[in-house]
């Protein structure tokens, strides 16, 4: 099947810096490919979805300044936290799908903390 | 507003008892529903789909657009059947976005 692969599994930054989450699709291309938020004990929030080559969109309430995806190419995409705060402190996962499937293939989840 | 509602945060029951899990969902068109799964510390994944109508794992889960329901189903839970469970809608066209539930625990007991 699909692997997904998100690099690194959990990461501590000190507020104020920044921290660079990557997820790769590693047997297959993925044409789209979608960040989310969880909270403990919560469900997945959807921030960004993002194609290849084009800008990613995000949903509304997520600020795509703080939050910098890049999707440079079909196997991998990056998430960057900006400026990180303590609130940003989170568990966030990564979903890719190919360019006619439905199914999107989940990342195993990158925990961040910043103190 | 596309919604999806999963009412139980926790359904605890028997080895061999039935299980269903609600899922109950809010969107004026014709919307796709699946069920995905998360085994403790394992990643999301798909469970079923409501189109390709099949039963994996003993699971199944009917779509009633009359009462806005996709409800996954098991007659007979087993130990290994505990993880989270999340429906998730997804809206045609766009770029295949998902809508997640906010997930129901399901722990079976022996």
């Known amino acids: 099947g699909a692997v997904v692969s998100q690099h690194p599994s959990r990461v501590i930054c000190k507020s104020g810096t920044s921290v660079k989450i990557e997820c790769r699709s590693l047997d297959f291309q993925a044409t789209t490919m979608f960040w989310y938020r969880q909270f403990p004990k919560q469900s997945l929030m959807l921030m960004a979805t993002s194609n290849e080559g084009s800008k990613a969109t995000y949903e509304q309430g997520v600020e795509k300044d703080k939050f910098l995806i890049n999707h440079a190419s079909l196997t991998l995409s990056t998430l960057t936290v900006t400026s990180a705060h303590p609130e940003d402190s989170s568990f966030y996962i990564c979903s890719a799908a190919g360019t006619f499937s439905y199914e999107q293939y989940f990342g195993p989840g990158t925990r961040l903390t910043v103190t | ?110």
């Open chain 2, 1 to 110: 507003a596309q919604r999806v509602t999963q009412p139980e945060k926790l359904l605890s029951v028997f080895k061999g008892a039935p299980v269903e899990l609600k899922c109950n969902y809010s969107y004026s068109g014709s919307p796709e529903l699946f069920w995905y799964v998360q085994y403790s510390r394992q990643r999301l994944q798909l469970l079923l789909r409501h189109i390709s109508r099949e039963s994996i794992k003993g699971f199944t889960a009917d779509l009633n657009k009359g009462e806005t329901s996709f409800h996954l189903k098991k007659p007979f839970a087993q130990e290994e059947d505990s993880a989270m469970y999340y429906c998730a809608l997804r809206t045609p066209g766009g770029y295949n976005k998902l809508i997640f539930g906010a997930g129901t625990r399901l722990a079976v007991h022996p």
